[in-house]
DNA sequence: TTTTGAGTTGTTCGA
DNA sequence: GTCGAACAACTCAAA
């Protein structure tokens, strides 16, 4: 009986993965070795709230297999290869990888594998990038067409569980990173197949009616959560979708909700498809007509950014939940990306990739054109002239100003809204809130100048 | 080929 | 305090 190998990537998990169930069939009755490679070149980039949401996933998957998951160190090509001689396997099973480091990573493995076939089935989407285009069989560059697109062409229901699963062990493997940022942060969410299931019934009982509304208040717990597990593969966006579409069935009231929930999986997905089409867009300008723009290297202005210490409060309490918890609320996100952008003047990719390392749902195409949407150089930018005032956006989006306070101490004593004004305050600088950096309206009117420059030589 | 309608997420200013 | 206009044209996608 035929052994094959299935290769764990961004899918750490048994439900829903149509290349589990394509490995099985592919072994006839006999068995799967479930692998998962510690590729370097990967964790190298990665800080260690990552790290340890990863170590968590992978551990969940071993237990998910009954220890039959072999983890291994080193090179894929090499990893691979050996271990799939080394069980005499037939073919080697993947989900299809999508990104640029993925698909050289990829191809070099099949090279390596030589006569074992290495083949790929699905992808983290529901619908694989580079499979929507457009009339004139061009990718998409705006988002509402995609999306009509994406909608129309469906999404294919889950993939069944194959009945029984017949794993294989090699038992020799390597040790798993050490998960040591929960006792520093207890409040992480867990990295799991369980947890996301959980997380996932939690949100369409409680989160979904009021998603639309409440997804963009950093002081509510209003969005889905799942963004960590769809990096991991622990859910698969194919299952939200098919869970989603009966809610729907059910009730109405949440009609507002759900449509905005299917809109940012596509978001995910366009991004996704943009990246597949052109992957220098993962850390260069999509598009060149900013080519000639002045940026200001990094430096102590950068490293402040870094640190949650440029003395607007929206912009600190998200770089200190970044580094705390290796998560940002999105809406904070962009601005504090436009805050780097626009009043510091520093190049996008900088900033994009201190989030990648941080950031436990670091997802590329989705930071690295978040970022590009941000600077005006990505597919469907923000009009140049829109610069985030980080005042008004805390006045909007966290108008009792909680957020700010869970995650600047300094600013604890101060009540409600003025928390985002503390120059305002005459206690403001009491227990040592760092004065502004910059200040707004100089830099606003400065980027618009650059920016102006920046096209006239365009 | 040409035309047409449309395009995630804002801010500021002045009436 | 509220509201509408200006910001600046440009590119994309489809008819």
Same mark, same amino acid.
């Given at each position: 009986m035929p052994t094959t190998v299935l290769w764990f990537r961004r899918d750490l998990r048994l439900a829903d993965h149509p290349a589990l169930c394509e490995a099985h069939q592919a072994a006839g009755g006999g068995r799967v070795l479930p692998l998962f490679v510690l590729d370097p070149a990967l964790l190298g980039s990665a800080g260690s709230v990552r790290t340890a949401c990863l170590s968590e996933a992978v551990q969940a998957l071993s237990e998910a297999t009954d220890g039959a998951l072999v983890v291994r160190r080193g090179d894929p090509a090499q990893v691979v290869a050996e271990v799939a001689a080394s069980v005499g396997a037939a073919s080697v099973h993947i989900s299809g990888e999508t990104t640029p480091y993925g698909r050289r990573r990829d191809a070099a493995v099949r090279a390596r594998l030589g006569a074992i076939p290495l083949v790929a089935t699905g992808t983290p989407y529901a619908v694989g990038p580079g499979t929507l285009v457009t009339g004139a069989g061009t990718p998409y560059q705006v988002f509402t067409p995609f999306s009509r697109a994406w909608r129309d062409h469906g999404w294919p229901a889950p993939a069944p569980t194959p009945p029984t699963l017949r794993w294989l062990s090699d038992a020799d493997g390597d040790p798993l990173p050490e998960p040591d940022h929960r006792a520093q942060a207890p409040r992480l969410p867990a990295c799991s197949p369980q947890a996301a299931v959980q997380r996932w019934r939690e949100f369409l009982e409680a989160g979904l009616t009021s998603y639309d509304a409440d997804r963009d208040r950093p002081d509510l717990d209003g969005t889905s959560g799942l963004s960590m597990h769809l990096k991991y593969g622990t859910v698969h966006p194919r299952t939200l979708l098919?869970?989603?579409?009966?809610?729907?069935?059910?009730?109405?009231?949440?009609?507002?909700?759900? %449509? *905005? $929930?299917?809109?940012?999986?596509?978001? %995910?997905?366009?991004?996704?498809?943009?990246?597949?089409?052109? #992957?220098?867009?993962?850390?260069?300008?999509?598009?060149?007509?900013?080519?000639?723009?002045?940026?200001?290297?990094?430096?102590?202005? $950068?490293?402040?950014?870094?640190?949650? *210490?440029?003395?607007? =409060?929206?912009?600190?309490?998200?770089?200190?939940?970044?580094?705390?918890?290796?998560?940002? &609320?999105? +809406?904070?996100?962009?601005?504090?990306?436009?805050?780097?952008?626009?009043?510091?003047?520093?190049?996008?990719?900088?900033?994009? +990739? &201190? $989030?990648? %390392?941080?950031?436990?749902?670091?997802?590329?195409?989705?930071?690295?054109?978040?970022?590009?949407?941000?600077?005006?150089?990505?597919?469907?930018?923000? =009009?140049?002239? +829109?610069?985030?005032?980080?005042?008004?956006?805390? +006045?909007? $989006?966290? #108008?009792?100003?909680?957020?700010?306070?869970?995650?600047? #101490?300094?600013?604890? &004593?101060? #009540?409600?809204?003025?928390? &985002?004004?503390?120059?305002?305050?005459?206690?403001?600088?009491?227990?040592?809130?760092?004065?502004?950096?910059?200040?707004?309206?100089?830099?606003?009117?400065?980027?618009?100048? *650059?920016?102006?420059?920046?096209?006239? %030589?365009?």
């Open positions: 098919a869970d989603v579409a009966r809610h729907v069935g059910q009730q109405d009231a949440s009609g507002a909700g759900v %449509r *905005r $929930f299917v809109t940012e999986l596509c978001w %995910r997905e366009f991004y996704a498809d943009v990246l597949w089409h052109r #992957p220098d867009s993962a850390w260069a300008d999509l598009r060149s007509g900013l080519a000639a723009m002045a940026y200001d290297d990094p430096g102590a202005a $950068f490293a402040a950014w870094q640190a949650g *210490r440029t003395g607007y =409060p929206l912009v600190d309490a998200g770089q200190r939940q970044l580094l705390a918890e290796g998560w940002m &609320h999105n +809406r904070v996100r962009m601005v504090s990306a436009s805050f780097l952008v626009k009043h510091l003047h520093v190049w996008w990719p900088h900033g994009a +990739r &201190h $989030f990648m %390392r941080h950031l436990r749902d670091a997802d590329l195409a989705s930071n690295s054109h978040g970022w590009q949407w941000v600077a005006g150089t990505g597919t469907d930018a923000a =009009p140049y002239f +829109r610069v985030f005032n980080p005042v008004a956006q805390g +006045r909007k $989006f966290d #108008p009792h100003g909680d957020y700010v306070r869970r995650y600047l #101490p300094e600013l604890a &004593h101060l #009540p409600g809204a003025s928390v &985002h004004e503390p120059w305002k305050a005459p206690t403001g600088y009491d227990h040592g809130y760092p004065a502004r950096l910059v200040d707004h309206d100089e830099e606003r009117r400065e980027a618009l100048r *650059r920016y102006d420059a920046a096209r006239l %030589r365009a």
